[in-house]
């Protein structure tokens, strides 16, 4: 029998050929073929309302689910920004398979529809049973399923997607594609699909630091893979920490929105540098002067811009989340080091400076741990000024057209604001409260939500309290409008 694209169905249609196939452990296809196959040996009743077709169904193909009604399901998988987009996920076996289970909810959230391969280890993990509930679909497992391989299962679920995400990404399925192997579903999916791949790493520090897993990553890059994370932190299975921890669920659909995204690019041609987080200056080689930032705010402006198309490049003091899809991202540790990186990314249309940098450092880093010794008190501590970043590219020969600075103040906001602007060579500095109360925990540092003031030679223009993704849309809209008045 000739394949059927399920994606040219309705919506009503293809949400009751959903339930009824994850009920039926059977393919969306094969349930439709079933259910053609009764309408033309005419075994349903008059099609005149979709719960009568519903119960007709039921009954010839011998599925005792819940009957809810086809209505109530659509409301609970409300559109939103993936409604069409249809998501392919791998579960990869390690230990944040769990985390999958969210992802899936996440995207169905957003309309998307979801169908997921597990590889065996990830079975191992979380079970069928939870993911196909979730799903609302068949779970597929084995590359030789008599079912589906008739008509080559694999290569059909690999091309009837959007975008194919593999959450876990083991160091081992990274590993199979790097190198063209193709021994399960998962592995042969990923090698027979000509739709974008995002992988989701998620490993301990070690796997993820292995050469070998580098130089995989590297060969993926550069045969197109975009990656979202691995973020730094605890790991789960162990009292180990470091960098191998998968994006969160909402970091991944973040990802996905980003590859999916086809709005207008307001801001393609433009290379725009940001700086984010804090910076790390060394008193001994434990020991460094830090400030709270986290890195949020910047993270979430540099992938604002490239949602607009923007070549980003993003300077990132020591941050514990995931670098930013889409965007270059360089890792630094201090005021001098990111300085130099920001110098040598010039030219460029535009910058932002989110980061923190710390105003002083020490004039001396001990090159050993500074000792403490009874009766000889704390060390005096001699600091020197650190070079001011935002003023040095506001007014060097290479100023990008347009400059933006950000001043973290607990005090005379504005004030301080408009001085920041003058002296600085900014186009406009976004001034944050950072005592604002409500604006997260503890205050807009670290916390999610930000309140911020756009202060600039017009005025000042006051932005309501929302969340840093909101305050980093708004912004990179901002810019975009302010650059295309700009002509280079
Ligand atoms: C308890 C446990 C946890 C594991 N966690 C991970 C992990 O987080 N990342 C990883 O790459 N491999 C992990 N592994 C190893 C993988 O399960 C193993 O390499 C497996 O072959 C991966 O198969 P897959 O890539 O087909 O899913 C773990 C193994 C065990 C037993």
Redesign the pocket.
């Given at each position: 029998m000739a394949s059927i694209t399920i994606r040219n169905l309705d919506d009503e249609v293809k949400d009751l050929l959903r339930r009824l196939a994850a009920e039926n452990d059977r393919s969306m296809e094969e349930q439709a073929r079933i259910m053609i196959r009764a309408a033309v040996e005419g075994q349903l009743g008059p099609a005149g309302r979709i719960e009568q077709i519903e119960k007709t169904l039921r009954e010839l193909t011998g599925s005792h689910g819940p009957a809810t009604p086809v209505a109530a399901v659509s409301n609970q998988t409300p559109r939103g920004s993936l409604s069409g987009k249809r998501i392919l996920l791998i579960i990869?076996?390690?230990?944040?398979a769990y985390k999958a289970l969210d992802l899936i909810r996440r995207l169905r959230e957003r309309g998307a529809a979801v169908r997921v391969v597990m590889?065996?280890?990830?079975q191992?993990?979380v079970t069928t049973l939870s993911v196909g509930a979730l799903s609302a679909d068949r779970v597929f497992t084995d590359l030789f399923d008599r079912n589906d391989e008739h008509d080559v299962g694999h290569i059909r679920l690999s091309r009837e997607a959007d975008l194919v995400v593999v959450a876990?990404a083991?160091?081992?399925?990274m590993a199979?594609l790097a190198n063209g192997h193709a021994n399960?579903l998962?592995?042969t999916v990923l090698i027979a699909t000509d739709k974008p791949v995002l992988m989701a790493p998620?490993?301990?520090p070690k796997?993820w630091s292995h050469p070998a897993t580098r130089r995989n990553r590297a060969t993926l890059q550069k045969d197109g893979i975009a990656f979202v994370g691995p973020a730094k932190g605890e790991m789960a299975?162990s009292n180990e920490a470091g960098e191998g921890r998968m994006a969160e669920p909402l970091e991944i659909v973040a990802a996905i929105e980003a590859l999916l995204d086809i709005r207008p690019k307001p801001l393609a041609g433009r290379k725009i540098i940001v700086t984010s987080g804090p910076t790390h200056e060394p008193i001994d080689p434990v020991r460094y002067i830090a400030n709270r930032s986290s890195g949020k705010q910047g993270h979430a402006i540099a992938a604002a811009l490239a949602r607009l198309g923007a070549d980003v490049r993003l300077v990132s003091g020591p941050v514990g989340i995931a670098d930013p899809v889409g965007v270059t991202t360089l890792h630094v540790e201090t005021a001098n080091e990111m300085k130099d990186a920001v110098e040598q990314l010039l030219p460029a249309d535009a910058a932002v400076f989110v980061a923190a940098v710390a105003d002083w450092r020490s004039v001396t880093s001990a090159g050993e741990k500074i000792k403490k010794v009874a009766g000889e008190g704390p060390p005096a501590l001699q600091m020197v000024e650190n070079p001011d970043i935002l003023a040095g590219v506001g007014h060097h020969r290479q100023r990008p057209s347009l400059v933006v600075g950000f001043a973290a103040e607990t005090q005379d906001l504005v004030r301080n604001a408009e001085a920041k602007l003058r002296k600085k060579g900014a186009d406009f500095i976004v001034a944050n409260d950072v005592s604002h109360e409500g604006a997260g925990s503890p205050g807009v540092m670290g916390g999610d939500r930000n309140k911020v003031r756009i202060v600039s030679k017009a005025g000042i223009d006051e932005w309501p309290e929302m969340s840093k993704g909101e305050v980093a849309t708004r912004l990179a809209a901002l810019i975009a409008e302010r650059l295309k008045t700009i002509v280079v």
């Amino acid at each position: 029998m000739a394949s059927i694209t399920i994606r040219n169905l309705d919506d009503e249609v293809k949400d009751l050929l959903r339930r009824l196939a994850a009920e039926n452990d059977r393919s969306m296809e094969e349930q439709a073929r079933i259910m053609i196959r009764a309408a033309v040996e005419g075994q349903l009743g008059p099609a005149g309302r979709i719960e009568q077709i519903e119960k007709t169904l039921r009954e010839l193909t011998g599925s005792h689910g819940p009957a809810t009604p086809v209505a109530a399901v659509s409301n609970q998988t409300p559109r939103g920004s993936l409604s069409g987009k249809r998501i392919l996920l791998i579960i990869g076996g390690g230990i944040a398979a769990y985390k999958a289970l969210d992802l899936i909810r996440r995207l169905r959230e957003r309309g998307a529809a979801v169908r997921v391969v597990m590889t065996s280890a990830a079975q191992e993990f979380v079970t069928t049973l939870s993911v196909g509930a979730l799903s609302a679909d068949r779970v597929f497992t084995d590359l030789f399923d008599r079912n589906d391989e008739h008509d080559v299962g694999h290569i059909r679920l690999s091309r009837e997607a959007d975008l194919v995400v593999v959450a876990p990404a083991t160091a081992d399925l990274m590993a199979k594609l790097a190198n063209g192997h193709a021994n399960d579903l998962g592995s042969t999916v990923l090698i027979a699909t000509d739709k974008p791949v995002l992988m989701a790493p998620a490993m301990n520090p070690k796997m993820w630091s292995h050469p070998a897993t580098r130089r995989n990553r590297a060969t993926l890059q550069k045969d197109g893979i975009a990656f979202v994370g691995p973020a730094k932190g605890e790991m789960a299975e162990s009292n180990e920490a470091g960098e191998g921890r998968m994006a969160e669920p909402l970091e991944i659909v973040a990802a996905i929105e980003a590859l999916l995204d086809i709005r207008p690019k307001p801001l393609a041609g433009r290379k725009i540098i940001v700086t984010s987080g804090p910076t790390h200056e060394p008193i001994d080689p434990v020991r460094y002067i830090a400030n709270r930032s986290s890195g949020k705010q910047g993270h979430a402006i540099a992938a604002a811009l490239a949602r607009l198309g923007a070549d980003v490049r993003l300077v990132s003091g020591p941050v514990g989340i995931a670098d930013p899809v889409g965007v270059t991202t360089l890792h630094v540790e201090t005021a001098n080091e990111m300085k130099d990186a920001v110098e040598q990314l010039l030219p460029a249309d535009a910058a932002v400076f989110v980061a923190a940098v710390a105003d002083w450092r020490s004039v001396t880093s001990a090159g050993e741990k500074i000792k403490k010794v009874a009766g000889e008190g704390p060390p005096a501590l001699q600091m020197v000024e650190n070079p001011d970043i935002l003023a040095g590219v506001g007014h060097h020969r290479q100023r990008p057209s347009l400059v933006v600075g950000f001043a973290a103040e607990t005090q005379d906001l504005v004030r301080n604001a408009e001085a920041k602007l003058r002296k600085k060579g900014a186009d406009f500095i976004v001034a944050n409260d950072v005592s604002h109360e409500g604006a997260g925990s503890p205050g807009v540092m670290g916390g999610d939500r930000n309140k911020v003031r756009i202060v600039s030679k017009a005025g000042i223009d006051e932005w309501p309290e929302m969340s840093k993704g909101e305050v980093a849309t708004r912004l990179a809209a901002l810019i975009a409008e302010r650059l295309k008045t700009i002509v280079v």
